[in-house]
């Protein structure tokens, strides 16, 4: 199966709220990637961890990543309705040449 | 404005015809890729490319082809499309590996 598992694949919070999503992935990697995907559209960077970081923040995201897991979770805080959107991890595996293993995706509904 | 374009957008074909869907990116990036996207599968990479005249298999080469004759371009040709490709296709480009992905606006494909 792939790398990159997320769950959950589906979450529906009211605006205000925290959203977490979680991502495994199964071998080892150089980084792990975050990305945006509004509905159709292509994919749009978000942060991304290297496998030497714990943790890290922009504006209302915080990545950890927990390499003993094989694990990463994004956290948006205080969500609006404009956070509306599909997340997927991606990651960068050592030793596997340019391949770059993307999650099937958390899809995200915000509520106004 | 630095971008990924992707030409054409949609197109709608029939089972053997030759295609070819253009990829240009104007950022002097050295790494491309092609992922296609299918509900429920995620993004999967389909081919990429390290730099000029280096390309490798992604997880889903069958049944397609690419070049990369100079950087800024990085075309996908299905030589004798089949219905099972029929799909949402992106490309994306990143300075290396390691990098960022800038996506295109996606190409949707239908093989009838």
């Known amino acids: 199966s792939q790398q990159g598992e997320e769950d959950p694949q589906a979450l529906s919070i009211q605006e205000g709220e925290n959203a977490t999503m979680n991502c495994s992935y199964k071998t080892s990697i150089n980084n792990l990637q975050w990305y945006r995907q509004n509905s159709g559209r292509g994919l749009v960077h978000l942060i991304l961890?290297?496998?030497?970081?714990r943790e890290k923040h922009s504006g209302r995201l915080r990545v950890t990543l927990d390499t003993s897991k094989k694990s990463s979770s994004l956290l948006i805080t205080a969500s609006r309705a404009a956070d509306t959107a599909s997340y997927f991890c991606a990651t960068v595996q050592v030793n596997q040449g340019g391949k770059l293993i993307f999650g099937q995706g958390t899809e995200l509904s915000v509520k106004p | 404005e630095a971008q990924v374009t992707q030409n054409p957008r949609y197109l709608i074909t029939v089972t053997g015809k030759k295609l070819t869907v253009t990829c240009s990116q104007n950022?002097?990036?050295?790494?491309m890729s092609w992922y296609r996207q299918d509900p429920g599968l995620g993004l999967r990479q389909i081919y990429y490319s390290m730099n000029v005249e280096v390309t490798d298999k992604g997880d889903v080469p069958e049944g397609y082809k690419v070049s990369r004759k100079e950087k800024r371009n990085f075309p996908l040709i299905l030589e004798s499309p089949s219905p099972n490709q029929t799909s949402l296709y992106f490309c994306?480009?990143?300075?290396?590996?390691?990098?960022?992905?800038?996506f295109g606006d996606g190409t949707r494909l239908s093989i009838l």
């Open positions: 961890i290297r496998s030497n970081e």
């Open positions: 950022m002097n990036h050295e790494y």
């Open positions: 994306a480009s990143s300075l290396n590996i390691y990098q960022p992905q800038h």
